[in-house]
């Protein structure tokens, strides 16, 4: 991709993202519903495009990396959107978590207008993004990934290409829903341990020299006893994910009840307030649950 890169969507993700293609000497125009979330890139070489359309005008290539569902097919079907200037030439490459139902509709209106679409969701966080080391799971037109690689090697530290739309999509949701409930039960090992006498930091400890020793439970376990969740991953984006991958398993009469009773914990955090906190706050509902923790 040697030529000029739309961004659509700087928080956490695409902001850390977007500023990793700078630092490798891709040129970027950048476009964020909050605009005055473009300045900070600006600093750092990018331009600034006032709608994803005049992104997309300007840009051979655009990526999106947005909230979810109603945001991705918002920056494409609505005035100003990304429609209205997608053509022929133009590829559009939506690293967003949804569903594959979302990623279909947005395909088909881009292959109408002729341009080429590529849904590329990732796994790993705020540190991997800012590291370039995020795993990409990258699905569409085979033509248009090929082209993205370059750009996919500054972002991440592996590229999968898993075929038609919708597979990335869908391999995204199950790596989140096996996480959310790793998460969920995490946090309820931490509780029980603190409400049995022992200390969290020990079992921490314990975890971590044994087989279910993971990058998770290090990195998050630790802030987790403080009662920290700084956000990397918000809540109610691992929320969101957990009832995509419920409604795919729905889809697909696949029987998940310990997806849904983490939702269900995920669904409470969320109404004691801790959405927008780091999915680790998790923790609170748990605690809430348990009330003599
Ligand atoms: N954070 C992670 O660890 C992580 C890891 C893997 C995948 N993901 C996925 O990556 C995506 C982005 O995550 P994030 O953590 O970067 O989220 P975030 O910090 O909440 O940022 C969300 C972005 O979406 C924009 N947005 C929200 N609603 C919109 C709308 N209706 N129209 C236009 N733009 C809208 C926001 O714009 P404003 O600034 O104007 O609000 C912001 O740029 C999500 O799908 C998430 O599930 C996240």
Redesign the pocket.
């Known amino acids: 991709m040697e030529i000029e890169i739309g961004f ?8 850390a993202m977007s500023l990793n293609l700078l630092r490798h000497g891709f040129k970027v125009t950048v476009w ?3 605009l005055s ?1 473009c300045e900070e890139l600006v600093e750092h070489g990018a331009s600034i495009g006032e709608t994803p359309a005049a992104v997309v005008k300007k840009c051979k290539y655009t990526i999106a ?4 569902p ?3 097919l ?2 494409v079907f609505e005035k100003d959107g990304v429609l209205e200037q997608i053509c022929e030439g133009k590829g559009y490459i939506d ?4 569903g594959a139902d979302t990623s279909s509709k947005i395909s088909e209106a881009i292959a109408e207008k002729g341009g080429q679409f590529l849904e590329a ?6 540190k991997p ?1 800012e590291d370039g080391q ?1 795993v990409i799971l990258a699905a569409g037109e085979k033509v248009l990934y090929e082209k993205a690689i370059p750009a996919f090697g500054v972002m991440g530290k592996k590229s999968f290409y898993l075929g038609q739309v919708g597979n990335g999509a869908k391999m ?1 949701l199950v790596v ?1 829903m096996v996480m959310g409930s790793m998460m969920n039960a995490f946090s309820e090992g931490l509780v029980l341990a603190d409400s049995s006498g022992l200390s969290q930091q020990t079992l921490l400890d314990v975890l971590e020299l044994g087989a279910i020793a993971n990058p998770m439970f290090k990195m998050k376990g630790p802030t987790m006893i403080k009662n920290s969740y700084p ?4 809540l ?3 929320q ?2 957990m009832r995509l991958a419920l409604a795919l398993g729905d889809e697909n009469a696949v029987s998940m009840p310990i997806a849904a009773a983490a939702n269900e914990v995920f669904k409470k955090a969320r109404s004691l307030g801790f959405g927008d906190q780091d999915f680790s706050a998790v923790h609170e509902a748990v605690k809430a649950t348990n009330p003599s923790t």
């Open positions: 659509l969507g700087l928080g956490i993700m695409g902001k964020n519903r909050t979330k990396m947005l909230s979810n109603s945001a991705a918002s920056v690293m967003s978590t949804v969701p990732v796994s790993g966080s705020k993004a995020l995204k989140n956000p990397a991953f918000p109610k984006h691992q969101k994910d």
